[in-house]
Structures are given as structure tokens and as C-alpha cells.
């Protein structure tokens, strides 16, 4: 179970925050109701050392061929506004086509006195935000908000996670809910709980499929959640991550992925590149859409289905870059280690995470709207 925690922390960019990882964890197995928070967060920082030895070993193959991407340019695109959290960090933002806004996920500031509660909140583009009111659920003892993703102009899709209910964790923790930002109405887009862990998901309108990663660390899959039940999908590859619709609503996921030929054991695992890819379930078919990349985050589909968004480094530039899915092209718009995710506004604006990290980076956190170049 600690590797599997370990490989959760280190997978696409490094060790985030492990001491209130680690609380949050013992809050999900039952361990918060009896050990006093100080015990907690002694115990978490204990964990994270060893995380941190295990992850200083982790190192490449010798003699691995790298997949180089040819087609790389850097073409930046311009901030044009800057919205920052008043407390803590803003993550996982998502574009609300229909009412100009976004939903974000806020994590609460680093007290160990009371439980880990993530919350969702929507931000005008003017920076105003306001907490969404989602009920919580009563049988546990705390529940944790996350991985906004839009179904319509009005309503978007998020987890709840279950925390320190025996019964529910770790197998039953994780349910998926649609919002309605208009009318505040709630309601469940699956009637059935998933294991701790699943997050990051992604909803077809047109095919009415979900597909979510599963969470399991170095050995994750993704998960296909009918309306009965959760299957999981044979894509051949290795630690498939975060999945895409493509908003043309032919059933093609875009997903970051080890490529099945590289091999490792253990933690080692978490050090391994990843390729961009596109898979579609009706025929099953995958085709590798770039070569090697470090530090891959979430993909976001551009409105039209053209391009992808995504945060990733490659031969040493880090941050976020934007790929030409008909053509392969790769261009870095925005050079900065600390880029988490992006989701597009319309076809040249995006909204782009930026965490807090300890290491200097170009920008501070916040969500930076970004405006691209025009293409001549």
C-alpha cells in the first residue's frame, strides 16, 4: 500500500506537498479518529523521507533510445491577465463555455489541526471567486472536492472523496457527481462508488461514455464506468494518465502514457517518459502523437479538436505546450517547471495552472490567461 502512495505523489511532477498527502491518507484509512494530529503529521514526515530517498533513486535505464520530438518551436504566447488564490493555490482549472467563467479546485492552507478539504470554486475572469455549496457526505467524516471537467455550457462533472469511513474506504470512497451552475442542483453521474484514489475523468456527450484514471499509483489503469458498472480499458501501454474526450464526439481519447516497450520496477517506474497518444474505443486503435516527454500533465482539447494542451518538458524546456494533432507540431507557449494544467477558453485563449513549489520558478502561482500567437 505505501508504494502505491509513494508512486501517487511521484508520478508527473515530483514530490507535491507529501506531509499533507500522507495526513490525508491516514484520514482515509480510519487513523485520524485515534492518533492525536501532531502523531499525524510526525508520521507523515517520517513517510515523505523515505519517499524522497526512494524517488533521489530512481534514474533512467542505461541505454534506452529516446523518441525525440523534431518538430519543436517556442513561440510565447502573451499573459494577459493574472488571477491568484488569496489562500493557497487554485489547481485543475476548467472553462465554463456557456457562462465565461471557471471552476477550479482550492486547497485550504497547510493546518493539520482539521482534515484535508479540497473545495471547488467558480472565478469570474476578472478574478471574483465564490465557493460552490456541494453537500457533504454525512457518514464520513470529512469529504474532499476535486477534477472539475465541463459536460455542457452550464453543468460540470466532479469527484467526492469519502474520508475516514471504514465502510466506504478504500474500495467504495470515490463518487462522481454532475453540478449545475445556473441552478445549483446536484445530482449523481454514476450511481455507484469507486476505490480511493480515481480522480481525473473525462465525460463524451455525444457517446455518453466516462472514462476516469483509476489512481493506483505506478500500476494505474483507466477505467470505462458504464452505467452499471466500472471496466477496466486493455490500451497498450503502460500507466495511461489523464484522459480526453475530443470534443468532436466520435469516441477518441487523447491520454499521456509510458510507452509499453519501457520497463522498470518498483519505484523506478515513476521515472519512466511518457508519450502523448490517441485511442479510440470503438476500433480499439492507438497512435503515438509525439516522442518522449517528462513531467506530463493533463491533456485539454482545443474547441475545435485540433490541438492539445499540456504541460510537459522536454530536452530541459519545461511548461506548457500546444500540439498540432494533424501535423505533429510542438510549440512551448509558456516556459515555467511549475505549470500543473490548462484548459482553453476559445480557440487562441487559455487559462493556466501554475502551483507553489519550493524551487524558484518564472511565475509565482496563480491562473495566468494566456493569448496566442496568430499563425502566419
Not at 165 to 188: C, E, I, K, M
Not at 197 to 220: K, P, W
Amino acid at each position: 500500500m505505501l508504494q502505491t502512495w509513494c508512486a501517487m505523489l511521484l508520478t508527473r511532477k515530483g514530490i507535491r506537498h507529501p506531509v499533507r498527502f500522507v495526513y490525508r491518507s491516514a484520514l482515509g484509512y480510519e487513523l485520524g479518529g485515534s492518533t492525536s494530529a501532531a502523531t499525524l503529521r510526525t508520521l507523515g514526515i517520517l513517510i515523505s523521507l523515505v519517499i524522497a530517498l526512494g524517488a533521489a533513486s530512481c534514474s533512467r535505464s542505461e541505454g534506452r533510445e529516446v523518441q525525440r520530438n523534431p518538430k519543436i518551436k517556442v513561440e510565447a504566447a502573451n499573459v494577459v491577465q493574472t488571477i491568484r488564490a488569496p489562500v493557497r493555490d487554485y489547481s485543475d482549472p476548467v472553462a465554463v463555455p456557456g457562462l465565461d467563467r471557471l471552476v477550479a479546485v482550492h486547497d485550504p492552507p497547510d493546518d493539520y489541526r482539521v482534515p484535508f478539504q479540497s473545495s471547488l470554486v467558480s472565478i469570474s475572469l476578472d478574478g471574483h471567486a465564490e465557493s460552490l455549496r456541494l453537500p457533504r457526505e454525512r457518514a464520513c467524516k470529512a469529504t474532499s472536492f476535486g477534477a472539475p471537467t465541463a459536460l455542457t455550457r452550464s453543468v460540470i462533472g466532479y469527484s467526492s472523496t469519502c474520508l475516514g469511513n471504514r465502510s466506504r474506504v478504500p474500495d467504495h470512497a470515490v463518487r462522481l457527481w454532475t453540478y449545475d451552475l445556473r441552478t445549483g442542483r446536484v445530482s449523481p453521474l454514476r450511481p455507484y462508488s469507486i476505490a480511493l484514489g480515481a480522480r481525473r475523468f473525462s465525460f463524451s456527450r455525444a457517446t455518453h461514455q466516462l472514462v476516469i484514471n483509476d489512481g493506483a499509483g505506478l500500476y494505474e489503469h483507466l477505467l470505462l464506468l458504464t452505467r452499471s458498472r466500472a471496466r477496466r480499458l486493455q490500451i497498450p501501454v503502460t500507466r495511461p494518465g489523464s484522459p480526453a474526450f475530443r470534443p468532436s464526439g466520435t469516441g477518441v481519447l487523447a491520454l499521456d502514457a509510458v510507452p509499453q516497450e519501457l520497463q522498470a520496477k518498483g519505484i523506478a517506474r515513476a521515472g519512466l517518459p511518457r508519450r502523448i497518444y490517441l485511442y479510440n474505443l470503438r476500433t480499439r486503435s492507438l497512435r503515438a502523437l509525439t516522442g518522449h516527454l517528462d513531467d506530463v500533465g493533463p491533456v485539454a482539447w482545443s474547441p475545435n479538436g485540433n490541438s492539445l494542451a499540456f504541460a510537459a518538458a522536454e530536452s530541459g524546456r519545461a511548461g506548457l505546450w500546444v500540439l498540432d494533432v494533424r501535423s505533429g507540431a510542438l510549440r512551448l507557449v509558456f516556459a515555467d517547471r511549475n505549470v500543473q494544467s490548462a484548459t482553453w477558453l476559445d480557440s487562441r485563449r487559455l487559462a493556466v495552472a501554475v502551483s507553489r513549489q519550493a524551487q524558484k520558478a518564472a511565475h509565482s502561482a496563480g491562473i495566468y490567461i494566456l493569448r496566442l500567437a496568430l499563425r502566419g
